[in-house]
């Protein structure tokens, strides 16, 4: 019998076994399957993920075939789907104590282990899956890979998911979920060499073209983002997410009059978005056409006027038209719908000393800073303030006192450098200089900028010399 003869006769032979199990079933008697048939019934149901039915079927079979080791390896693996690992883990070291050497016992005993915690065991069952898997060995080192992923334990997934891909260098999931575990370990040009490898042997799915485009666009490859969700929009026009994430790109690109007509596809998808309307609005401003950016803050308002986001955007529009009293009035409502985001403390204070109400700026300041230290923009605008009500020495405090909590930036370096040549202190300020040169040699113009006495410094200018060589040869 030719092969394709043979596999319409199993065919038909299964469809067969399952007509007379389900009829049993209907007339509610029982009728004797033997080990085999009862396989097909249980995977039948399974594949079709009718849990409850192959559930019954397994505990018929084991029923009638008590010693089937298949039967109870089925019956173990449905244990484990449905979350009752240590059922399962019982039922196939009772298994495993009879076939010692099959890799699928030793496989979803490794995952039962995995999933309680215990990684020795875990590791022992899966090394022992490997050890003795001589077919399908790809399937084997992917299994293993996907229990890993199951438990977000994508680093300790990815060797097992390369040696399933050296052993099959065509298996689509292995390559497929290699991208995808790259990627959450933050290791985007691996992500994409993936991705792009599966998009060799499959070009035509539009779901691995748009996860493309977000490592492409998470290296600050924009143009390749776009490329990618084109190509994604090219096998669903109505990908809406794709398009939504290509206006991203193109505006992450400077783009901007085709980010904001991208965005506009979007809307004709998906309906009208207080988001995208902000997006649409923060590129208007970009480009400086202030009108048309509160404009569409104000469209998203008008849709959500929970949207701190669209508050503070607005209240920034404000800010840049010299419109201040009333920059005030949105950022406060931003800051009640959202009072634990630094960005808009930031900002707070900012107006508040634009405004001379030093108190609230002072504690908008510090607020910003409470919320976020790691942040050297919080520090540099907090000493600013100070500067500019003329306290030179809090300037040099808070600068201080963020090289202490181990905040590194080169521009605060330059900026304390200037603070303390206005305070008289060279010695002190040479020590911070040399650390913002080492840092960033091409900001020093900013000290001459911020601080026009330091051009008139020897040891400045002999120190800036020192440097100018040091990147010469460099």
């Known amino acids: 019998m030719e092969q394709g003869a043979k596999d319409d006769y199993e065919s038909n032979e299964i469809a067969l076994v399952i007509e007379r199990y389900q009829k049993m079933q209907h007339e509610e008697r029982v009728e004797f399957f033997d080990v085999a048939e009862f396989e097909y019934i249980i995977d039948h149901y399974t594949d079709r993920g009718h849990h409850y039915q192959a559930v019954k079927a397994v505990e018929r079979g084991v029923m009638q075939h008590p010693q089937a080791i298949s039967l109870k390896v089925r019956q173990a693996r449905i244990l484990l789907t449905q ?28 995952t039962c282990y995995n999933f309680l915690g215990d990684s020795p065991k875990a590791t022992y069952y899966f090394e022992e899956a490997e050890r003795f898997s001589y077919e399908e060995k790809d399937e084997v080192l992917y299994s293993i890979g996907v229990a890993f992923i199951q438990n977000s334990e994508y680093s300790r997934a990815i060797p097992f998911l390369e040696k399933a891909h050296q052993e099959n260098l065509e298996n689509e999931n292995v390559i497929y979920d290699l991208a995808f575990s790259y990627d959450k370990v933050g290791e985007s040009y691996k992500c994409i060499q993936f991705y ?95 009108k048309k950016s509160f404009d569409y803050y104000k469209k998203a308002l008008q849709l959500n006027g929970y949207n701190a986001d669209a ?75 100070y500067y500019e009500y003329e306290q030179l020495g809090m300037s040099i405090d808070i600068l201080m006192k963020a090289k202490k909590q181990g905040v590194v930036s080169a521009t605060l370096n330059y900026r304390l450098t200037a603070y303390l040549l206005e305070n008289g202190d060279e010695y002190l300020a040479m020590h911070y200089l040399e650390q913002a040169l080492s840092e960033d040699f091409s900001q020093y113009h900013d000290l001459f900028d911020f601080c026009p006495k330091a051009l008139e410094s020897g040891p400045v200018n002999r120190l800036i010399d020192k440097y100018k060589m040091i990147n010469h040869y460099h």
Not at 84 to 110: F, R, T
Request: with cysteine; net charge negative; hydrophobic share 40%.
């Open 83 to 110: 979350g009752n690992v240590d059922e399962a883990k019982e039922m196939l070291e009772m298994v495993a104590g009879i076939e010692s050497s099959d890799p699928e016992i030793l496989l979803m005993l490794g």
């Open 196 to 290: 792009n490898k599966y998009l060799d042997l499959d070009p035509f799915s539009e779901f691995v073209w748009y996860n493309l485009g977000i490592a492409y666009n998470r290296v600050n490859d924009f143009d390749r983002a776009v490329e990618a969700y084109d190509f994604a929009l090219a096998l669903d026009d109505n990908y809406a997410s794709a398009l939504f994430n290509k206006a991203n790109s193109l505006a992450n690109a400077e783009k901007l009059g085709e980010a904001i007509a991208t965005y506009g596809e979007y809307l004709k998808i998906d309906g009208d978005s207080d988001e995208t309307y902000c997006y649409i609005a923060e590129c208007y401003f970009h480009q400086r056409k202030f």
């Open 311 to 385: 508050w503070y955007g607005a209240s920034v529009v404000l800010l840049v038209e010299d419109k201040v009293p009333e920059s005030l009035a949105f950022l406060k409502k931003a800051i009640k719908l959202e009072d634990d985001n630094a960005d808009f403390w930031l900002t707070f204070g900012k107006v508040n000393s634009t405004l001379n109400y030093y108190e609230e700026a002072e504690q908008a300041f510090q607020k910003a800073l409470e919320l976020d230290a790691d942040n050297s923009d919080n520090w540099l605008s907090f000493a600013d303030f």
